[in-house]
């Protein structure tokens, strides 16, 4: 069982470039979330998955788009890397209900240049 | 929507001492209210929880109080050791209805 697994772990961008975070979870967990970590400023929510089907926004969600394949896989896209998204990417995920314990993931530590 | 302060950003303790990391936050209908470790390169991880229908909940040396009249609650760490360095989040939310909501984070410090 290896819970939340994110890729990659590490990657450098030039401004404008794109790329698409990866996020898995074995858990059969209902709710999927993308979070940002800046020095300083906690954790931020981007995007979330309440359900199979279903996204919504959260408080950054400007430069980002998500993608709930199915209900293991949540991504994350850039479509024109900023130096503005440099930061450090969790996902998470949740049995049930948006208050459940978030499992979280390893992190993906994103820096544009 | 929600907004929750966290103070203070760092602390620094002696091992054995005892620390407090205290939360506010602003929507009185919040009552979900976890705490978050997270370690130097880890993920974060969730060491304790309360809900609202309850004052106090403890586990072993650590411990979380909540005043909803107030809308505050804190963390309590009891004989403090050196693996409780990191940094701890706070969080707020409406059970079954809102996301989370995370405070800034406490940097915390124990000598040896």
């Known amino acids: 069982n290896a819970g939340v697994t994110q890729t990659p772990k590490f990657q450098v961008l030039k401004t404008g470039q794109s790329m698409t975070l990866q996020c898995a979870q074995d858990?059969?967990?209902?709710?999927m979330y993308w979070y940002r970590q800046d020095p300083g400023m906690g954790l931020r929510l981007i995007y979330y998955?309440?359900?199979?089907?279903?996204?919504d926004k959260g408080e950054v969600p400007n430069g980002y788009n998500v993608s709930r394949l199915n209900k293991r896989e949540f991504s994350l896209r850039l479509e024109s890397a900023a130096p503005s998204q440099t930061s450090v990417y969790f996902c998470a995920s949740t049995a049930g209900g948006l208050t459940d314990t978030q499992y979280f993931g390893p992190g993906t530590r994103l820096t544009v240049l | 929507g929600e907004n929750v302060e966290q103070h203070p950003s760092t602390l620094s303790v002696q091992e054995g001492d005892s620390a407090v990391i205290k939360c506010t936050y602003s929507d009185s209908a919040s009552n979900y209210f976890p705490w978050y470790k997270q370690e130097l390169g880890k993920r974060p991880q969730l060491i304790i929880d309360?809900?609202?229908?309850?004052g106090e909940k403890k586990d072993q040396r650590i411990a979380v109080t909540l005043n909803k009249t107030a809308k505050h609650f804190s963390l309590h760490i009891t004989e403090t050791q050196p693996e409780d360095s990191a940094v701890y989040f706070c969080?707020?939310?409406?059970?079954?209805?809102?996301?989370?909501?995370f405070g800034k984070g406490t940097m915390l410090l124990v000598s040896p």
């Open positions: 309360i809900r609202s229908n309850v």
């Open positions: 969080a707020a939310s409406i059970s079954g209805y809102s996301t989370l909501t």
């Open positions: 998955s309440a359900s199979e089907g279903t996204t």
């Open positions: 858990m059969n967990h209902n709710s």
